[in-house]
């Protein structure tokens, strides 16, 4: 069974910054597609950045600049490292991996999320 194990979330101050990480574990042949997306209190989830297995970004427009996903292909892992925080980056942040872990079988997975809160 496939699990996105997430970490980094917390607290900071507006201007700082945070890594969100995280790790797909199991059986896996391939992930063609992984990256996070957020949801504020009272609001949709929404992308924030995804990257696919060639190495291929997309960022929301509210973060590019700021944000940069990377991927450790060897590790099955994926970050976030998030810059010149706002308040309105304050969401639950969540891992999403679209995968393979048969040849041919294909999933889509979501981590259990992490809280990112940004004081002013």
């Known amino acids: 069974q496939v699990q996105l194990v997430e970490s980094g979330g917390g607290l900071v101050q507006a201007g700082g910054s945070l890594r969100l990480s995280c790790a797909a574990s199991?059986?896996?042949?391939?992930?063609?597609?992984i990256g996070w997306y957020r949801q504020a209190p009272g609001k949709q989830r929404e992308l924030v950045a995804t990257?696919?297995?060639?190495?291929?970004?997309n960022y929301a427009d509210s973060v590019k600049g700021r944000f940069t996903i990377s991927r450790a292909n060897a590790k099955n892992t994926v970050y976030l490292q998030m810059n010149s925080l706002k308040p309105e980056d304050t969401a639950v942040y969540y891992c999403?991996?679209?995968?393979?872990?048969?040849?041919?079988?294909?999933?889509?997975?979501w981590g259990q999320g992490t809280l990112v809160t940004v004081s002013s």
């Open positions: 199991g059986s896996i042949f391939s992930i063609n597609a």
């Open positions: 999403n991996a679209k995968l393979q872990d048969l040849p041919g079988r294909y999933l889509e997975l």
């Open positions: 990257i696919t297995s060639t190495g291929s970004t």
